[in-house]
């Protein structure tokens, strides 16, 4: 019987290839991101810089970000999974709360987020005793949480880097359950960690990918 708990060889090599060098024992990368994105699929781009903390050794992430949204309008964006639950924060003008998302479709897509991102902290593989693992299709390595079907399949290239996570279960809000995937680009060295510089991320809608997000990490760190 296969232990889930036991991280599938393909992935431990990208972990220990892509954590070599980095400080001992940290608990967090640190890392900083601009980009842009959109709403809806003939949405326009709005530019955005952010901070985000990712844990290496429980679920647990926040992103905070500043987009610009028009010329005179830029609108603070939180979104995390802390203490066992998700949630998604916009304010506007300084601290205008304008929207707030929790409950459990927040909480499995946050859990989901940061499943998908193991590739920008690629040493909480090893370290996050609560992932567990399993054979994908298509020769993908799937990770989950909890519930088997709060899961990200995560798709190597013929280099062992990871270049593609995808999951049909992650929820959009007001439909359900949607596809969405996200995909990795420009695998380089930074502060002793290689991974992937650049990611873009799309729901399925209709048969098309909507790509709503893309961006470049800038800087990168630990909290140890």
Known sequence: MTDMAVVPEPLRRFAERSASSMPADPRRALFEQTGEMR????????????????????????????????????AVVEDAFED?????????????????????EIDRGEVQRYLAELPFFPSAMLTNEALRFDEGPDGAHRVWVG???????????????VVRAYTETRPRLGEGPTPWEGRFFDYAVLDGVRLPTRAEVAWTLDGEPFVYWRGRIASYGWQT
């Open 147 to 161: 519930d088997p079907e709060c899961y990200v399949d995560l798709h190597l290239d013929e280099d062992g880097d």
């Open 84 to 104: 066992g639950h998700g949630h998604l924060d916009v304010k506007i003008w300084g601290g205008l709360r304008v929207s707030h998302g929790e409950g459990p």
């Open 39 to 74: 709403l809806q699929p003939d949405g326009r781009w709005m530019t955005f810089t952010a901070e985000q903390w990712a844990s290496l050794t429980d679920v647990a992430f926040c992103w905070h970000a500043r987009v610009k949204m028009a010329p005179l309008v830029t």
